[in-house]
């Protein structure tokens, strides 16, 4: 079935670093793929979505390209700062399927000061 | 907007116990779900609903209930606790036009422990 793997955490960053998530997905079809962050005792929220290959989500100055060629989706910015230290989450969503979404495992970042 | 409203956001629950979690939201979304989410792992899908009066079974249904009588209410029952029930439980809903996924809005959860 579908899936969805993400790097595992936690990724420890001084402010102003360049942060990756690894993000790849196996699916039957060609899903929309999408990053939902999660801050302390919050629920989810949509941080950015791509829905066809070679798209470009943007969204705070997080960024992320869906890759059919390496079923990837990677979460990057360029400058982290303490109030992105959070539970990131990428997931897909299959054509069709009701948007039922398949989550990751979750990273936990954690910027320092 | 209030968007998602999820009650309670904290429950204790003995084993054999039943409770009901409140889902409702106000954005007249078609869709919506109830993920569980235990510590370290993804949000797992329980069940989820396509419209009003239509339900089906997500990948861990297995001591759940749902009904969907309105477009704004989907409550979740739980029969028998147990203590493998113990978890995080978020509703969700979402918008669909022409096959796209607009994405999710969330509720803030309900933290379920079973003693």
């Known amino acids: 079935g579908d899936s969805v793997t993400q790097m595992e955490g936690p990724v420890t960053l001084s402010e102003e670093a360049f942060l990756t998530i690894n993000c790849t997905y196996t699916a039957t079809g060609y899903p929309s793929l999408f990053w939902y962050v999660q801050y302390p005792g919050e629920g989810l929220q949509l941080l950015l979505k791509a829905t066809k290959a070679d798209d470009k989500g943007s969204n705070k100055g997080f960024e992320a390209t869906y890759r059919k060629e390496t079923t990837s989706f990677h979460l990057e910015k360029g400058s982290v700062q303490v109030s992105d230290s959070a539970v990131y989450f990428c997931a897909l969503s299959e054509s069709g399927g009701y948007n039922k979404l398949i989550f990751g495992a979750g990273t936990r970042l954690a910027v320092h000061p | 907007n209030a968007g998602v409203t999820q009650t309670p956001k904290f429950r204790i629950l003995k084993i054999g116990q039943s409770m009901t979690l409140q889902c409702t939201q106000d954005m007249n979304h078609n869709y919506m779900y109830w993920y569980r989410q235990d510590p370290g792992m993804g949000l797992k899908l329980i069940y989820y609903?396509?419209?009003?009066?239509?339900?089906d079974k997500g990948e861990v249904p297995n001591g759940y209930n749902v009904s969907r009588s309105t477009t704004e209410d989907f409550p979740l029952r739980l029969e028998l606790a147990a203590p493998s029930q113990t978890s995080v439980y978020f509703c969700?809903?979402?918008?669909?036009?022409?096959?796209?996924?607009?994405?999710?809005?969330f509720g803030s959860g309900t933290r379920l422990t079973v003693v």
């Open positions: 609903s396509v419209g009003a009066g239509i339900t």
């Open positions: 969700a809903s979402s918008y669909s036009r022409t096959g796209l996924n607009y994405g999710y809005t």
